[in-house]
C-alpha cells in the first residue's frame, strides 16, 4: 500500500522533503546503507543531512513524540524500554542506556513514520 503524500495536506514540508528523498535513495538498514543512499547523502549540505538522517524533536522527547505522530505501538515498546534502562543502569551504577535509546529513536523516526504514512506498515517492532 503506497499513499501519495504529496497531496496530503497533513504533512509539512520538511516531511515532504524527507519522504520523497526515501523514496528516491532508499533509507539505511541495520546492517548500513546502500550505496545509491551514500551517494546521495554525499551531495547534500550538512543542514539537509541532518534532516535526512534525524530527528532532533524525537532525541528528546522519544516516547511523546512518537505517540504524536500517532506511532503508538513503537512509543510503548520505547516506553517499556527507558523504564527498563533506567532500572538497569541503577542497578550497575552506569546511566547511559537512556541516551542510547534516544539516539535510536532519534535515527529511526523519520524511516518509521515514512513507513507509516507511504507504505503502510506500523508494527510494534522497532
Avoid: C
Avoid at 15 to 40: C, I, L, N, T, V
Avoid at 70 to 95: C, E, P, Q, R, T
Avoid at 109 to 114: E, G, I, P, V
Amino acid at each position: 500500500m503506497s499513499k501519495d503524500y504529496m497531496a496530503d495536506g497533513s504533512l509539512t514540508e520538511k516531511w515532504k522533503y524527507r519522504f520523497s528523498f526515501y523514496d528516491e535513495h532508499g533509507f539505511p538498514g541495520f546492517w548500513g546503507a546502500s550505496p545509491e543512499y551514500k551517494q546521495a547523502l554525499k551531495g547534500l549540505n550538512t543542514r539537509q543531512k541532518i534532516i535526512i538522517r534525524t530527528n532532533v524533536i524525537a532525541f528528546f522527547f522519544s516516547w511523546v513524540y512518537l505517540f504524536v505522530l500517532g506511532l503508538w505501538k513503537k512509543a510503548i515498546v520505547v516506553l517499556f524500554l527507558a523504564i527498563f534502562s533506567l532500572i538497569f543502569g541503577y542497578m550497575i551504577g552506569y546511566n547511559v542506556f537512556g541516551f542510547i535509546i534516544a539516539a535510536y529513536v532519534s535515527y529511526n523516526t523519520n524511516r518509521w513514520f515514512y513507513e507509516k504514512e507511504v507504505k503502510g506498515i506500523h508494527t510494534w517492532s522497532l
